[in-house]
């Protein structure tokens, strides 16, 4: 199957898929695919951004109103300042080479994250897009850069901490809905389903609050190698989950 036209796969297997709003996806295993084939770690974040964007096409065909990428870690700072310089060039030639068709798809792109660290002209670069992509309503394209989720929880908490301190909020009425919305995923729905690729499974400080009652699918290629058939496989095992968050569900469990 793995050859075969997104419409023919569509066609087979969308019948009976839930879908889900809101799909999250740690893009892992640029490296190792790279490895694997005795290529630079360099190619396999050019493969990578290769693999996104089939990925915002499947979302679109398949009705996924959401999704969202985890491209630059807070963490992925320590990396070989070679490396993490070619990944935000990188995101300059995404930017480059795709906004005109983000814009055709209707695609509106959000960029979460801190922008400290980043040069201006990044930080420039991300307020454009977003700017040129606010008025599209169709696929909502969040992108995880320069992002940790501890340090939005604690950033958000400090947000909540200065409303007391001022005045505006009483400590005793915080709810979880406060903290929500402070955080910088506020307004968007909670993922229905994250991915991880390459086999890992851990969540990597990846929306740790968001993902409270997410469903979880590991897979094993590396985010290079994630087409449609593997698209339509975490769909099939999405479908097959009894959700229950926190209740008995459907099975009386």
Same mark, same amino acid.
Request: hydrophobic share 45%.
């Given at each position: 199957m793995a050859g075969e036209p997104a419409a023919s796969l569509k066609s087979e297997t969308g019948p009976g898929l839930r879908i889900p709003a809101h799909l999250g996806v740690i893009m892992d295993g640029n490296g190792r695919w790279a490895k694997l084939r005795g290529k630079r770690r360099t190619e396999g974040h050019v493969e990578g951004v290769k693999a996104l964007r &089939?990925?915002?096409?499947?979302? !679109?065909?398949? &009705?996924?109103?959401? *999704?969202?990428? =985890?491209? =630059?870690?807070?963490?992925?700072? +320590?990396?070989?300042? $070679?490396?993490?310089?070619?990944?935000?060039?990188?995101?300059?030639? =995404?930017? %480059?080479? $795709?906004?005109?068709?983000?814009?055709?798809?209707?695609?509106?792109?959000? !960029? !979460?994250? +801190?922008? $400290?660290?980043?040069?201006?002209?990044?930080?420039?670069?991300?307020? $454009?897009?977003?700017?040129?992509?606010?008025?599209?309503?169709?696929?909502?394209? !969040?992108? %995880?850069?320069?992002?940790?989720?501890? /340090?939005?929880?604690? /950033?958000?908490?400090?947000? *909540?901490?200065?409303?007391?301190?001022?005045g505006r909020l009483d400590p005793e009425a915080i709810e979880e809905s406060h903290l929500a919305g402070a955080l910088m995923t506020a307004g968007l729905p909670d993922p229905d389903v994250i991915i991880r690729t390459s086999g890992e499974q851990r969540l990597s400080n990846f929306l740790l609050w968001q993902a409270a009652y997410s469903e979880f699918v590991f897979v094993e290629e590396n985010w290079p190698d994630f087409d449609e058939t593997s698209f339509v496989r975490v769909l099939e095992t999405y479908t097959m989950r009894d959700r229950r968050f926190g209740g008995i569900g459907d099975q009386g469990r």
């Open positions: &089939g990925l915002v096409e499947h979302c !679109i065909a398949y &009705g996924v109103s959401y *999704l969202t990428v =985890f491209s =630059f870690s807070s963490e992925n700072w +320590t990396r070989p300042t $070679d490396e993490v310089s070619f990944i935000f060039n990188l995101l300059r030639r =995404f930017v %480059a080479s $795709d906004l005109q068709r983000l814009i055709g798809n209707n695609v509106k792109v959000r !960029i !979460i994250g +801190t922008r $400290d660290g980043l040069e201006p002209s990044l930080a420039r670069l991300i307020d $454009d897009v977003e700017a040129k992509t606010a008025q599209n309503s169709g696929l909502t394209l !969040i992108v %995880a850069f320069n992002y940790g989720g501890k /340090a939005e929880i604690v /950033a958000a908490t400090r947000h *909540l901490a200065r409303e007391v301190a001022a």
